[in-house]
């Protein structure tokens, strides 16, 4: 009787943490409802780029502050496209994040972003950029080490294109 107890008492404290985490999400949609969509991909914008992880988008400045809408907060395997129009996000089980030339502000690299943090000072690709007048940053994780720098040097090419 203490053992069945005692699993009773375990998964009702999992399931109180479960419901709160699925309520602190909800609460976090709702502070956020206010952010424009983001704008479409260009339909013939196919092109295959860094595959890696795509993190998360979060407020800049404030990696632990994951943006909840529009599917921004959600982790995904994906691979990054960098055109002429911008950067396109191609990712698995959730929509692609598209973020136009004219909007990217910065890019870096760095440990972490939003709960991912890696061994390596350089680990992740952090762009910078502004939509609905907020400042974001979306954290991206190559899968090839060897594809963070070139990744990061288009990325700053297209920047300072776009500010020309």
Do not use: C
Not at 71 to 86: K, Q, T
Not at 128 to 142: E, N, V
Not at 143 to 163: F, H, N, V, W, Y
Request: proline fraction near 4%; charge should be positive.
């Amino acid at each position: 009787m203490k053992a069945f107890l005692g699993i009773l008492g375990t998964l009702l404290v999992l399931a109180a943490a479960y419901y709160g985490m699925f309520r602190g999400w909800r609460n976090r949609q709702a502070r956020q409802a206010d952010l424009a969509p983001l704008p479409a991909a260009p339909a013939d914008d196919k092109t295959k780029g860094v595959e890696g992880v795509y993190v998360a988008t979060t407020t800049a400045g404030d990696w632990m502050d994951r943006i909840a809408v529009h599917e921004l907060g959600v982790r995904s395997i994906a691979d990054l496209a960098v055109s002429e129009a911008g950067l396109i996000f191609h990712r698995q089980g959730a929509a692609d994040v598209f973020i136009p030339a004219d909007h990217l502000t910065g890019v870096r690299t760095d440990r972490g972003i939003a709960g991912k943090v890696t061994a390596e000072k350089s680990g992740l690709v952090v762009v910078s950029w502004q939509h609905d007048g907020r400042a974001l940053d979306t954290g991206f994780r190559p899968r090839r080490k060897a594809d963070t720098a070139p990744l990061t040097a288009s990325i700053s090419t297209l920047i300072g294109a776009e500010q020309k």
